[in-house]
């Protein structure tokens, strides 16, 4: 996957005592999000207000309410991400990138090496995973930087005349209307007295 360096940021966990299936539904449900929107619906998983939907490993699971099927709340999972999502936003602060517009463009889990356990619970390895996200500027917010940065050029403008607005003859069409008005006036009189004479 190529990315732009100036733009992006990294953060790698490894060896999280994490379930790798359960990190993988996870990354799911958060890849391509912006980094806010992801770390709020992280915090209500954690709150129990939203379940994480199980769309793979989901084998005789229960359905959870809302628009999903299958569904859990995985608390050490979410808190070993949420934690990696607040260490990927700290270093894209160093960098000097803007953390309300960020995306999470990249975010994957793999299955790592399984220590095995002390006492006699040694047969059973623990669960160990590696999670790699990577979070990038929105392309709007780059092109707005950019145009920022540009030297604005200033163009000599020539002076042009203006065209003139022809003034509209607005005391002639008064004294038009006056005009009329009289001559309607005068007209209904002459009617009158001929009424009369009649």
Do not use: C, W
Not at 88 to 108: F, H, P, R, W, Y
Not at 130 to 139: F, G, K, N, S, T
């Amino acid at each position: 996957m190529k990315t732009n360096n100036e733009h992006t940021a990294r953060v790698i966990g490894r060896d999280l005592a994490i379930s790798t299936k359960q990190a993988i539904e996870i990354s799911k449900s958060i890849r391509g999000k912006t980094l806010h929107k992801s770390k709020a619906f992280l915090n209500r998983v954690l709150k129990k207000t939203d379940a994480i939907p199980f769309t793979r490993f989901n084998r005789d699971m229960g359905h959870k309410p809302g628009p999903i099927a299958a569904g859990r709340y995985p608390e050490n999972s979410t808190k070993a991400i949420l934690a990696l999502l607040d260490s990927v936003e700290s270093n894209a602060q160093n960098k000097g990138l803007d953390t309300e517009n960020l995306v999470i463009s990249s975010i994957i889990p793999n299955k790592a090496s399984r220590p095995s356990r002390f006492g006699r619970k040694r047969r059973i390895r623990a669960k160990r995973t590696h999670v790699e996200i990577v979070v990038e500027e929105q392309e709007q917010k780059i092109s707005q930087k950019k145009d920022a940065t540009k030297p604005v050029k200033q163009e000599e403008k020539v002076a042009q005349p203006t065209p003139k607005k022809e003034e509209k003859p607005v005391e002639k069409k008064i004294e038009e209307k006056v005009e009329k008005k009289e001559v309607k006036t005068e007209k209904s009189k002459e009617e009158k007295k001929e009424e009369t004479k009649k």
